[in-house]
């Protein structure tokens, strides 16, 4: 490979790592929080609202935490006068919109503790977004009383 070529092949690379880490910084996440369960649950909820003041759409494809051993993208949803949960392949977060995740809505189910958790405490939980990306938020647990 000539050196231009090289030169070329780490811009590109360059300018990829910039896109992403635009699109990552263009979102905004405010009000996340985890609620508590009792001692011994297996699966929490988590929630927050997620703002995307830029230009295009982005999606949250995924999700994870050091904390649990699993997180899924999830809906609730009424059918036949029951709340059912529904898994999702991704959360959009419309340009120059708001996408709310909240009690009774879309939410991430987060199973599978890895350590006793209880309210007060410090959840880490790290959004992938659709270009390869990823977003750090840190998310408290907090009762519901």
Not at 9 to 14: N, R
Not at 102 to 112: I, K, V, W
Not at 122 to 127: A, F, H, I, R, S
Request: aromatic content about 2%.
């Amino acid at each position: 490979m000539t050196c231009k070529r090289r030169l070329l092949a780490l811009v590109c690379v360059a300018l990829a790592t910039c896109a992403a880490q635009s699109q990552t910084s263009m979102l905004r996440v405010t009000d996340a929080w985890i609620r508590a369960a009792p001692p011994g649950a297996v699966v929490l909820a988590g929630y927050m609202t997620v703002e995307n003041p830029g230009p295009k759409d982005i999606k949250i494809t995924a999700a994870e935490s050091p904390q649990f051993g699993m997180i899924e993208l999830h809906r609730t949803a009424i059918e036949d006068d029951v709340a059912r949960m529904r898994k999702q392949p991704h959360f959009l977060v419309p340009a120059g919109e708001k996408l709310v995740l909240a009690p009774n809505g879309r939410h991430l189910m987060m199973m599978m503790p890895n350590i006793p958790l209880q309210s007060g405490d410090n959840v880490t939980v790290v959004l992938t977004l659709d270009n390869g990306a990823s977003l750090e938020v840190n998310a408290p647990l907090r009762s519901i009383r």
